[in-house]
């Protein structure tokens, strides 16, 4: 499935779940992530973050669509994308 | 149509993106919106966004859909969601 996350967390915090969700999806902006994962990759990707995660303080939005082709990505002003994908 | 939209833009600008996109869309996290808009509200958003921006600095992506329905939102730990809309 097509997935977009975005995440708000603590900044002590930030650069475990960067790192993590790197491993799972392709960084596109800030905090904001976006990728094809399977249902039990995203499930592991959860239960991982939710082990870094402060569920007081942090918040994670998960986007998902098993259409991805359903989704247009228009990007304004500078492209700040990654070229890296480690699906 | 659905709008999923994600600002990173210079502290100094920030409030101002904030400001206007909460006029259009609804705020769910640090610097991402969502919402139903039409597409001539949506070009007026991205014409207002453009003109705040410094497009060597600021980034915007913009995901779309015209069938909202389609895609699914989860979120885990803290809910950041606003209730307030002004579309």
């Given at each position: 499935m097509y997935v977009i996350l975005v995440y708000?967390?603590?900044e002590k915090r930030v650069s475990k779940m960067?790192?993590?969700c790197r491993?799972?999806?392709c960084w596109i902006q800030n905090s904001v992530f976006e990728g094809e994962i399977s249902e039990s990759k995203l499930k592991e990707l959860i239960s991982k973050m939710k082990a870094i995660m402060?569920?007081?303080e942090d918040s994670v939005i998960l986007f998902s669509n098993k259409m991805s082709y359903n989704m247009n990505k228009q990007i304004i002003g500078k492209e700040k994308m990654s070229t890296e994908n480690f699906l």
């Open positions: 708000d967390v603590k960067l790192k993590l491993m799972y999806l402060d569920a007081d």
